[in-house]
């Protein structure tokens, strides 16, 4: 297999890591098993490649917040061996198409990558944003991620809310 080829592969099976768990994975996953769509039993391929790529979401949620990192390692190595097991299968009349294929999931998981989540009790807040308190009431912030510049708010009160 080609060096262009692998670098897919590997690229490929990173998209698989990094789309899992956001907004566009449910798409994402929906391409990644059409990929598999081949050979003799071109549906049961299709399917098995869904049902793995179901467990890899499970098993992704089900990790322990310091071990996700690994998790994602892991699932980026097994993805990357499959589309290289998936790429060292086809006929070489089909590597064109696959690479395209890889070429478009792969650009799947980057506009994923650059999309923000948030969990339970939680918001997403792309660009800048104002909080205030007005009217006696209290305005708070828990950030853990991300850049946030506090200034001094204006005590409430009639002349300022």
Do not use: C, K, Y
Not at 5 to 30: E, K, P, S, Y
Not at 103 to 111: F, G, H, P, V
């Amino acid at each position: 297999m080609d060096a262009e080829l692998i670098a897919l592969a590997t690229t490929a099976g990173t998209a698989v890591a990094q789309a899992v768990g956001t907004d566009a994975w449910h798409g994402f996953r929906t391409a990644a098993a059409r990929l598999f769509r081949r050979g003799h039993a071109p549906e049961a391929e299709q399917q098995t490649a869904l049902v793995r790529l179901d467990r890899t979401a499970t098993d992704l949620a089900n990790a322990q917040p310091e071990a996700a990192g690994q998790a994602r390692t892991d699932i980026a190595a097994s993805w990357r061996t499959r589309f290289q097991d998936l790429l060292a299968d086809a006929p070489a009349t089909d590597l064109p198409e696959i690479a395209d294929q890889l070429r478009a999931l792969i650009a799947l998981a980057e506009q994923a990558r650059g999309a923000a989540t948030a969990g339970d009790n939680s918001i997403v807040i792309g660009g800048d944003t104002q909080v205030t308190a007005s009217n006696n009431s209290v305005a708070g912030v828990n950030v853990t991620m991300g850049n946030v510049t506090f200034g001094n708010p204006l005590p409430p009160g009639p002349a300022n809310g």
